[in-house]
T-cell receptor, first 113, second 114 residues
């Protein structure tokens, strides 16, 4: 089975800190995604990557950046964390020829204080 | 523009009752894919079903069934004889043909009371 692993389940950071959220997938998927999940808003796409070193902005990229230096790893970076970035962050990967859409990680619940 | 609406924010049912989760979508595309995912308390979204826009055949998988009606842009999900393990947040999602990203609805939290 494909696994998408997010490095931290829970994270608490201070306002202004630089925060790295890591995501690794083990099945050679071309596409990787970062979503944030907030009550009443569902999942909103922050960034996605369709290949190494390639990235595309999603619906809410402000305050975030990403890095994809290797195919299996996709990092989300909060350059200067703010309290409004407190949220659940979900990573997903996708291979075009698979019928079931995305495979998700278990999520990282980030609290910025 | 794509939009997925799950009007039911929260639903509670008693165990063994049937429950239907509604999903209405908007898209200008003629071909697209629709999905349902389940998010249990563990947090990981689990794929349940994918449906192509050109395939309006309803599907049944055990206690789960899906009713796709293109005429009303709806893709509803029914759980028959609900169980406590069905308690989760359920998301409906839309993907454009040729695109890689999914548009999600806001989710419906289902609580099954023993």
């Amino acid at each position: 089975d494909v696994k998408v692993t997010q490095s931290s389940r829970y994270l608490v950071k201070r306002t202004g800190e630089k925060v790295f959220l890591e995501c690794v997938q083990d099945m050679d998927h071309e596409n990787m995604f970062w979503y944030r999940q907030d009550p009443g808003l569902g999942l909103r796409l922050i960034y996605f990557s369709y290949d190494v070193k390639m990235k595309e902005k999603g619906d809410i990229p402000e305050g975030y950046s990403v890095s994809r230096e290797k195919k299996e790893r996709f990092s989300l970076i909060l350059e200067s964390a703010s309290t409004n970035q407190t949220s659940m962050y979900l990573c997903a990967s996708f291979r075009r020829d698979r019928a079931y859409g995305y495979t998700f990680g278990s999520g990282t619940r980030l609290t910025v204080v | 523009a794509q939009k997925v609406t799950q009007a039911q924010t929260e639903i509670s049912v008693v165990e063994k009752e049937d429950v239907t989760l509604d999903c209405v979508y908007e898209t200008r595309d003629t071909t697209y894919y629709l999905f349902w995912y389940k998010q249990p308390p563990s947090g990981e979204l689990v794929f349940l079903i994918r449906r192509n826009s050109f395939d309006e055949q309803n599907e049944i998988s055990g206690r789960y069934s899906w009713n796709f009606q293109k005429s009303t842009s709806s893709f509803n999900f029914t759980i028959t004889a609900s169980q406590v393990v069905d308690s989760a947040v359920y998301f409906c999602a839309l993907k454009r043909t040729g695109a890689n990203n999914l548009f999600f609805g806001t989710g419906t939290r289902l609580t099954v009371i023993p």
